[in-house]
């Protein structure tokens, strides 16, 4: 079971304190660093001093940091012409010497949309079709051929499809809990798919429909990667655990149902139900970015519990 630190930063985080978690995640041995993709706060955190860009920030993390894998969960189709973010990907791609994976989303919270003037179309799940598509395939384009695209969405015309990511196509992750497009989008394009935020239940029933549409795509069944992101609270006592869940504005039972919280045998105990249902990486969503003790813990005492 992999495990990987996933942030999000739009909930109040510079740079540096980014720069400092995905420093802990290397130096204790965590597979991956993610983080969100949003420019604005949700709940009741006051967001200060407001967003950092996922890809600007992951460019910096590339150049200082040497093994951990670096991606969103998940760029929002709506922030960046398809073009442009399979330039950008492609370009931290090669800065992180091929240490990268994007997550791609149709996006979601109108919000941020009206609150720094990006447009917010009706028809998004369509829209990321298209992305996939185009970004995938100007990844895929040999050099010094072009690429061409003519959708309903999005139009190319003789793109050169530069420059090429360093590790040839970046892993793409596709997620969501949609019964029926999200499978098929995930069984054509993804290396990944990713269920955010479910219980061990719908999980099951989520992987099934997408190993479904693998196998009606003609992909080998072992095709893709599957994947929970997960809220994660562990305390070595109960005490600990109420603290720390009470620094994030959570209740303790609530994050046992729908999370991984408690002692470390209480979260080991839950990761190998995911691990049995098919789940082999787990995105740890990492609240509060101050507390690395809370890392050193987890990698302490969690992971090294598990095969």
């Known amino acids: 079971m992999d495990l990987r630190i996933f942030t999000e930063p739009q909930q109040g985080a510079d740079y540096d304190t980014l720069l400092t978690v995905a420093k802990a995640t290397e130096d204790l041995g965590f597979d991956a660093f993610f983080r969100s993709d949003h420019y604005l706060k949700m709940g009741d955190a006051d967001g200060l001093p407001g967003p950092t860009d996922a890809w600007i920030t992951l460019a910096g993390l590339a150049r200082e940091t040497s093994r951990i894998r670096l991606g969103t969960l998940m760029t929002a189709a709506t ?54 598509e185009i970004v995938t395939g100007l990844w895929a384009t040999e050099v010094g051929k072009t690429y061409d695209f003519d959708g309903t969405y999005y139009q190319l015309k003789d793109s050169p499809a530069l420059p090429k990511p360093a590790q040839g196509r ?39 429909r997408v190993r479904d549409a693998v196998a009606e795509a003609g992909r080998p069944a072992d095709a893709l990667t599957y994947s929970n992101a997960l809220v994660v609270c562990v305390g070595r006592d109960d005490q600990e655990v109420a603290r720390r869940a009470a620094a994030i504005g959570r209740e303790v039972d609530e994050l046992k149902t729908n999370g991984l919280a408690g002692t470390p045998a209480e979260v080991v105990e839950k990761i190998g139900r995911y691990a049995e249902v098919g789940s082999t990486r787990l995105y740890l969503q990492v609240l509060d970015l101050d507390d690395l003790d809370h890392l050193e813990l987890i990698s302490d005492k969690v992971q090294s519990q598990l095969p």
């Open 170 to 208: 970046v892993p793409v992750l596709i997620g969501g809990h949609g019964a029926r497009r999200t499978p098929r989008l995930a069984a054509r394009y993804a290396d990944e798919f990713n269920m955010p935020f479910s219980s061990v239940e719908d999980t099951a029933a989520q992987f099934g």
């Open 79 to 132: 922030f960046r012409l398809p073009g442009v973010l399979a330039i950008q990907v492609a370009q931290v791609d090669r800065m992180s010497g091929g240490r990268v994976e994007l997550g791609l989303g149709a996006g979601w919270f109108e919000q941020e949309h009206e609150a720094y003037g990006i447009p917010f179309p009706k028809e998004k799940f369509g829209r990321l079709e298209e992305q996939l």
